[in-house]
């Protein structure tokens, strides 16, 4: 499978964006799709997760209640709406797909990455 993010760019504190992960390839049904994280210096670290056919979402402490993750089955994309934005946000955001037995958010757990997006929140 390969997995093509976009939708990064340029906001102001406050501000929103929406990233879209399209998938090629074999079908997504039933793999966890994930959105991790990367700023300069640090480890990449999970955002959102969200199982492909049950529809359950899982998010970091960081980011609950402003991002939100979804999927749209019959393009084969996931989405992550990220509302209220910070600086703090500021970083290249990577989707990957996780497992299809088991649920998992580690970072580990996921075999196929997208190029990454950039998210830049200004102060």
């Known amino acids: 499978v390969q997995l093509q993010a976009c939708g990064g760019g340029l906001v102001q504190a406050g501000g929103s964006l929406r990233l879209s992960c399209a998938a090629s390839g074999r079908t997504l049904s039933d793999y966890v799709m994930g959105w991790f994280r990367q700023s300069p210096g640090k480890e990449r670290e999970f955002v959102a997760a969200?199982?492909?056919?049950?529809?359950?979402?899982d998010y970091a402490a960081s980011v609950k209640g402003r991002f939100t993750v979804s999927r749209d089955n019959a393009k084969k994309t996931v989405y992550l709406q990220m509302n209220s934005l910070k600086p703090e946000d500021t970083a290249v955001y990577y989707c990957?797909?996780?497992?299809?037995?088991?649920?998992?958010?580690?970072?580990?757990?996921?075999?196929?990455w997208g190029q990454g997006t950039h998210v830049t929140v200004s102060s």
């Open positions: 969200i199982r492909w056919s049950a529809g359950y979402t």
């Open positions: 990957a797909r996780g497992p299809r037995a088991y649920y998992s958010i580690s970072l580990a757990d996921f075999d196929a």
